[in-house]
């Protein structure tokens, strides 16, 4: 029996989709990559992925895990015609959560907005946000080690995933589905698979750590005169805030610009526009505390101080989510406006300032008019560094490339790193082959070839496949 009709019987039906009917899994987010795949594999429990592995690692035929592909390195389909898409979004359950020892059991395909609704009415809440939420998946987010908007304050996937249940690349399942912070048994594996990109095993179940839920929030959308202002009143915020604080987001005004003209249903609220907004919450457990006054006080501060020109405070739940979607429409702006450069650089948050303005020496040189579009997250110095062509110009004129490097090159210099939080995927393969140290580089592929000696799981992503280290 050939793989395809050998994957068919394992799964069913409903769980395998030839490649001919494969289109909806086969391109990526930004539809960049993407060849045509043998087909899609949609287990239903762990057994079943199991079988499909040991399958495909028997025909020697290349696996690539799939969640709610809003990846945006090209991970999630496949680099070569014929390998397997392996889609978890069928396995999308949730376990009652743990709330005496604050943790929930799920499923790799439980999309991250269904986790949130599912935890509504309850003490806990999970407190990873991004702007993907609606699609991207559990297994994706440990695949890519994601961030977001709240890293700075509960830290990223990788800080918030207690257990795995992992099948690996010959199909053997490895169960590591413990419920606790403390686990010093030997190497931390399940820090191992946060940030493989799905290279070193197919994540079937997690155990998530998760917060007391925020009875209290106050929000404030803030106008600066520019990013070294937001970086100084950033760091104040943390000297006065730092216990309740949970969110500090930044955008330019051209962000604002692109966000306001291309996505329907945008407002400003603010009477002023400014060089850069900081989109600033506080949040806490008991609703005692005075955030309103707290946050208030620091503004007033940033005035005096002519750190902050202009600020306004929600005043009630849509107005929050208005500001919050002002600063989740910023990539969609972008995107609406055209042809992009992307960059995920992150580099010491008290530098961020000092990097958007190196970078926009280095971009204007190489290309001029070039329209800068930085937004990000103050509180972890993550900055996506984002590009559209000069106006009236319908694209980068071949330098993408090299734009890219001299940024990352710079993140690197500023003691940063050039992929913060996306991950590598395909996309930044060349740049992790310019910037990785050797030594780096040889172990990161010593664990490849130690944990899938057949290259089978996912090639091409992280690493190349002709690579020999
Ligand atoms: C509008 C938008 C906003 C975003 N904002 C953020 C943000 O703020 N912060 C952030 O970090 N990211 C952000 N992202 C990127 C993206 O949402 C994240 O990378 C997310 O973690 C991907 O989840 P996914 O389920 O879509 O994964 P996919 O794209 O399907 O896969 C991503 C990687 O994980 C691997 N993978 C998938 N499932 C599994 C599994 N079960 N086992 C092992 N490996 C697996 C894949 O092979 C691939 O390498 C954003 C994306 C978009 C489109």
């Not at 003209?261 to 949040?283: D, I, N, Q, T």
């Amino acid at each position: 029996m050939d793989l395809a009709a050998g994957l068919a019987s394992i799964l069913g039906p409903k769980g395998w989709v030839p490649g001919a009917d494969a289109r909806p899994w086969s391109r990526d987010w930004l539809d960049r990559h993407g060849e045509a795949p043998l087909g899609v594999a949609r287990p239903g429990t762990t057994d079943e992925v199991s079988r499909v592995m040991a399958a495909c690692h028997a025909a020697g035929v290349g696996v690539v895990p799939q969640g709610g592909n809003t990846g945006l390195c090209s991970a999630a389909v496949a680099g070569r015609p014929g390998a397997v898409i392996l889609s978890l979004s069928r396995m999308a359950g949730i376990a009652a959560p743990d709330l005496a020892s604050g943790s929930v059991t799920v499923e790799a395909g439980v999309i991250l907005a269904n986790l949130h609704a599912a935890l509504e009415g309850t003490e806990m809440v999970f407190p990873l946000h991004l702007g993907a939420e609606g699609s991207a998946q559990i297994g994706g987010l440990i695949g890519t080690n994601a961030g977001g908007s709240h890293a700075f304050r509960h830290g990223m996937m990788s800080d918030l995933v207690l257990g795995l249940e992992v099948v690996l690349p010959d199909g053997r399942v490895w169960n590591g589905m413990r419920a606790v912070q403390k686990d010093n048994a030997g190497y931390a594996l399940r820090k191992l698979f946060c940030g493989a990109e799905g290279t070193l095993g197919v994540v079937t179940r997690a155990v998530l750590r998760l917060a007391p839920r925020p009875r209290a929030k106050a929000t404030a959308l803030l106008a600066l005169p520019d990013m070294g202002a937001a970086v100084a009143f950033g760091s104040r915020l943390r000297a006065d805030l730092g216990d309740v604080l949970t969110g500090m987001e930044f955008f330019s005004d051209l962000g604002l610009d692109l966000a306001l003209r291309h996505v329907p249903g945008l407002a400003w609220p603010l009477g002023s526009r400014a060089g850069a907004y900081l989109l600033v919450e506080v949040a806490s457990t008991s609703p005692l505390v005075p955030l309103d006054e707290m946050l208030s006080g620091t503004l007033e501060w940033g005035m005096a101080e002519g750190l902050v020109t202009d600020g306004a405070l929600a005043a009630n739940e849509a107005q929050r989510a208005a500001f919050w979607r002002l600063r989740e429409e910023q990539p969609e702006g972008q995107r609406l406006e055209g042809v992009q450069l992307k960059h995920d650089i992150s580099v010491p948050p008290g530098r961020i300032a000092e990097f958007v303005e190196r970078g926009a020496g280095l971009c204007q040189r190489l290309l001029p008019g070039v329209r800068i579009n930085p937004f990000g997250h103050l509180g972890d110095g993550n900055i996506h560094y984002n590009l559209s062509p000069p106006a009236g110009q319908a694209d980068f004129a071949g330098l993408g490339p090299e734009i890219g490097l001299e940024l990352a090159r710079l993140a690197d210099r500023m003691g940063g790193s050039f992929a913060a939080e996306h991950g590598l995927g395909r996309a930044k393969i060349a740049l992790a082959d310019a910037l990785r140290r050797p030594v780096e580089r040889g172990l990161m592929a010593s664990l490849k070839r130690a944990l899938d000696p057949a290259g089978g799981m996912n090639p091409g992503v992280i690493l190349r496949e002709d690579r020999q280290e």
